[in-house]
């Protein structure tokens, strides 16, 4: 079975400043990898997501994504954060064996922005 | 507009009781999933269904049951088997030739 790994439970950061979350990933070959954002009590949007080609890939809201093979990971960044991207973050990945393309999710970093 | 509605939105359980969550698309969808989110866990997969009168377990579905007599509608029933369904719920969808899911508003299910 595939699994996801999303190390940071919790992240703080000032508005304006950076950001980068971490996601990992173990899978035999390069799976489809996508972000999600979830406000509280919502359900889940997509920021972006890697499918083939470039690896870098830009998202929504100012998002950006770099999928590193040597690395298995598929890490987030944002170079200036706003109070609104206050959130939890979902890193999912698709095993691309399955025609059912289920998703597999890490546990969900929780992102807060301090003013 | 296209997108997916869960209902209702908060849900309250007696003890023994079974209780069914609606999900809907209009996206035309193929293949229709049903998660269970409980916090630091992230979302576990519960059913999925690809067409209409199919439908497999995914990772936790003991104590939960579905249908899929629609394409465009993808119930859950949580039974009095489910030891601890207090949770929060969400359905999904996607093209079956592509792989990105969209996902409904979800339904909070609260055991009295």
């Known amino acids: 079975a595939q699994s996801v790994t999303q190390p940071d439970i919790h992240i703080t950061v000032s508005e304006g400043a950076s950001l980068e979350l971490r996601c990992n990933y173990s899978y035999g070959a390069t799976p489809y990898l996508f972000w999600y954002v979830q406000s509280p009590g919502q359900g889940l949007q997509l920021l972006l997501k890697y499918f083939s080609g470039d690896t870098l890939v830009q998202g929504i809201k100012g998002f950006e994504a770099e999928f590193k093979r040597s690395q298995s990971s598929f890490n987030l960044r944002k170079p200036s954060v706003h109070w609104s991207d206050a959130a939890e973050y979902f890193c999912a990945v698709d095993d691309r064996g399955s025609t059912l393309g289920r998703l597999y999710f890490g546990r969900g970093t929780q992102l807060t922005v301090w003013p | 507009d296209g997108g997916i509605t869960q209902s209702p939105k908060y849900l309250f359980r007696k003890e023994g009781q079974n209780v069914t969550l609606s999900c809907e698309q209009n996206l035309n969808h193929d293949a229709m999933y049903w998660y269970r989110q409980d916090p630091g866990q992230g979302l576990r997969l519960i059913y999925y269904s690809q067409i209409v009168n199919d439908f497999q377990k995914g990772d936790i579905a003991e104590g939960y049951s579905v249908s899929r007599e629609k394409k465009e509608s993808f119930p859950l029933t949580v039974t009095s088997a489910q030891k601890n369904p207090t949770a929060f719920y969400l359905c999904?969808?996607?093209?079956?030739?592509?792989?990105?899911?969209?996902f409904g508003p979800g339904t909070r299910l609260t055991v009295l």
């Open positions: 999904a969808s996607k093209e079956s030739s592509y792989n990105e899911q969209f």
